[in-house]
C-alpha cells in the first residue's frame, strides 16, 4: 500500500492548526494507520494509532481522524516543538509501509 | 522504564554480511512483537520485519527477504538483525522498535555504512 502524504511542507506560526493529510492506495485494513513525529536527528515518536489513539503522553493538541483511504492528523495550538517531520504509517497490510513525511515548520 | 538498547556501528563492503542486536529491558520480552524499520540520510523509515518473541515467528519485508533473517534470545531479552548480501542502497540507521498497536519505544538505531 503506498501512502502519500501531502503538503510536503508547512508554515504555521505558533498557536495555529495544522492539517496533515495520509492518503493510501487502498484501503486500510482495520484503519490502522499511525502517525510518527521525528525531529531533527532523532528517532521517531509514536504519536497516534489505530487512526485516533493518543500514545502515552500524547498532548490532545494532537488528534487524528479518518477511514478507508483519507487520514489526518491535526495539530491545534501549534507550540514551537512541534517542528518537525511527521510520518503516517500503515500496518494493517504486509509490508507495512510508511509515507513520504510532511514537514512543519513553526515560523 | 522500556528501554533498547542497540549495538555499535558497522562499516561493511558490498557483499558481506551484518548482525545487529537490540537489547530490550523495562517490560516482559514475550509480550510484544519487536520490529526492525531502516532509515537512509533524509529519507522516510522502511518497516524491515518483525518477530513475535514469545513463539519466534517472523515476517519480513518482500524486497529484503532471502537476505534478511530476524532471530532472538529468550533469556537474553535480545532481537537480532542478519542481512546478508549488502550493497550500498542498505546503508542507514537500522531501528528496533516495541510494537504495541505502533512502534511506541524504539532504540537509538545502529549506523550501517555499506562502501567499497
Known amino acids: 500500500i503506498v501512502l502519500t502524504q501531502s503538503p510536503g511542507t508547512l508554515s504555521l506560526s505558533p498557536g495555529e492548526r495544522a492539517t496533515l493529510s495520509c492518503r493510501a492506495s487502498q484501503n486500510v485494513v482495520k484503519n490502522y494507520i499511525i502517525w510518527y513525529q521525528q525531529k531533527a536527528g532523532q528517532t521517531p515518536r509514536l504519536l497516534i494509532d489505530r487512526t485516533s489513539r493518543r500514545a502515552t503522553g500524547i498532548p490532545d493538541r494532537f488528534s487524528g481522524s479518518g477511514s478507508g483511504t483519507d487520514f489526518t492528523l491535526t495539530i491545534t495550538g501549534l507550540e514551537p516543538e512541534d517542528s518537525a517531520i511527521y510520518y503516517c504509517q500503515q500496518s494493517g497490510t504486509v509490508p507495512l509501509t510508511f509515507g513520504g513525511g510532511t514537514r512543519v515548520d513553526i515560523k | 522504564q522500556v528501554q533498547l538498547v542497540q549495538s555499535a556501528a558497522e562499516v561493511r563492503k558490498p557483499g558481506a554480511s551484518v548482525r545487529l542486536s537490540c537489547k530490550t529491558s523495562?517490560?516482559?520480552?514475550?509480550?510484544?512483537?519487536l520490529h526492525w524499520m531502516r532509515q537512509a540520510p533524509g529519507q522516510r523509515p522502511e518497516w524491515v520485519g518483525w518477530i513475535t518473541p514469545d513463539d519466534g515467528e517472523t515476517t519480513y519485508s518482500r524486497s529484503l527477504r532471502g537476505r534478511i533473517s530476524i532471530t532472538k534470545d529468550t533469556p537474553a531479552r535480545t532481537a537480532y538483525l542478519e542481512l546478508s548480501g549488502l550493497t550500498p542502497e542498505d546503508t542507514g540507521v537500522y531501528y528496533c522498535?516495541?510494537?504495541?498497536?505502533?512502534?511506541?519505544?524504539w532504540g537509538p538505531g545502529t549506523l550501517v555504512s555499506v562502501s567499497s
Open positions: 522498535a516495541r510494537w504495541a498497536g505502533g512502534a511506541d519505544s
Open positions: 523495562g517490560y516482559v520480552f514475550t509480550s510484544y512483537p
